[in-house]
């Protein structure tokens, strides 16, 4: 990998030192320049959980991601950068409160003074890493999180009060998340594949572009605008988010 240009994409120098005040600023940068998005899958670009293939996409190309993109390629950074991260599997809580399968998604542990959870990969979330062992809540410029012991082992993350994601003990490999992320990327069950979506957070809000739809939201407050062109979308990824695309997203 080459760390040098990975750390120009995110405006950051090489940390000199390998601990938590450098996990923060890498993270909080990491979310702040490189977008959550699954437009590949709407542009028929196959998603490949390939470490040469994902700094292509992301540092080369300044494109963004979705979980198995975003983490697992900050999680190779971060290894370079000598710190102790590992892949883990999560299983993501839907809206009335069941669990998702397995390997729904990936986040990073990294072994520091104590283990810290970093994810760069679940679009709104913690801005800074967070503290795994903690018991008590959490407060983040993003939210209060809390974190509960859940049955073999795994961990329950909640946001607000509300359950996130369960994450399991074990380390995995990037490529173990292939079949999951296949099949977000293909099935109809997949809410990646109901239209493409790509969003980043500000530093009074977030804005996001989908489909046709620009949202900004600042300081709690939406604001919606319709795009009525193609033009205009390509502009808006290009202004908004700093990604150039030669033809617009297919939408359903």
């Known amino acids: 990998m080459d760390v040098a240009a990975y750390l120009d994409r995110l405006g950051l120098d090489r940390p000199a030192t390998v601990d938590v005040a450098a996990l923060r600023v890498l ?11 699954n437009l590949s899958i709407h542009l028929g670009e196959p998603i490949v959980l390939d470490t040469e293939a994902l700094f292509d996409k992301i540092v080369r190309r300044r494109r963004g991601g979705f979980c198995y993109e975003l983490n697992g390629l900050f999680a190779a950074l971060l290894r370079e950068l000598g710190f102790d991260a590992e892949l883990k599997a999560a299983k993501v809580f839907g809206p009335d409160g069941t ?18 959870l970093a994810d760069v990969g679940f679009s709104r979330f913690s801005r800074f890493p967070l503290r795994l062992s903690a018991t008590e809540p959490q407060a983040d410029p993003d939210g209060e999180f809390l974190f509960l012991d859940a049955p073999y082992g795994d961990i329950d993350v909640l946001l607000d009060g509300k359950p996130q ?23 109809p069950d997949s809410h990646f594949t109901r239209g493409p979506a790509c969003s980043l957070p500000g530093s009074h809000g977030r804005v996001t572009l989908s489909g046709d739809k620009l949202i900004v939201t600042t300081h709690g407050v939406r604001e919606e605008t319709r795009l009525s062109s193609d033009q205009e979308i390509l502009d808006a990824y290009r202004k908004e988010f700093g990604i150039e695309l030669t033809r617009v997203p297919e939408r359903p």
């Not at 909080?28 to 959550?36: I, Q, T």
């Open 27 to 37: 993270q909080e940068r990491h979310l702040a320049v490189v977008p959550f998005e």
């Open 99 to 116: 669990l998702g399968p397995p390997f729904d998604h990936a986040a990073i542990r990294v072994e520091l003074d104590e283990p810290w």
């Open 165 to 187: 994601y369960r994450i399991e003990p074990r380390t995995r490999a990037l490529a173990e998340f292939v079949p999951t992320a296949f099949w977000q990327a293909t099935s």
